[in-house]
């Protein structure tokens, strides 16, 4: 998987630049959002966003679903999630994000 760089950077040391000039605003922007529980473990837009123009936190909209899933799936999910060190409900969001990001770039059969 390719390193991801922070938007309008070109190098690296640009990058590291920008963390260390801002490493106190990016201090307090995660306390905040560490008490107000918005900081998660995940892939992209699972976790929090913030916002550049007003230093604010904002969590991804989201909605409750109940689904039924074979018991031996749960089981596998928690036990591949616990060697990961995350939370199994966490887990299948990943992998349900990652199957509907694969399957949105498949070319679309007519």
Known sequence: MPKKKLAGMKTE????????????????????????????VGGKSVG??????????????????????????VDRARRLAADKGIGYQTYIKMLLRAGLDRDEKLPRRA
């Open 13 to 40: 040391a640009e990058e590291a630049r920008w963390f260390e000039d801002n490493q106190d605003r990016l201090l307090k922007l995660f306390e905040k959002a560490g008490k107000e529980g918005a900081l998660r």
């Open 48 to 73: 929090i966003t913030l916002s550049t123009k007003t230093e604010t936190v904002q969590r991804p909209p989201s909605q409750k679903v109940m689904l039924r899933i074979p018991t031996g799936d």
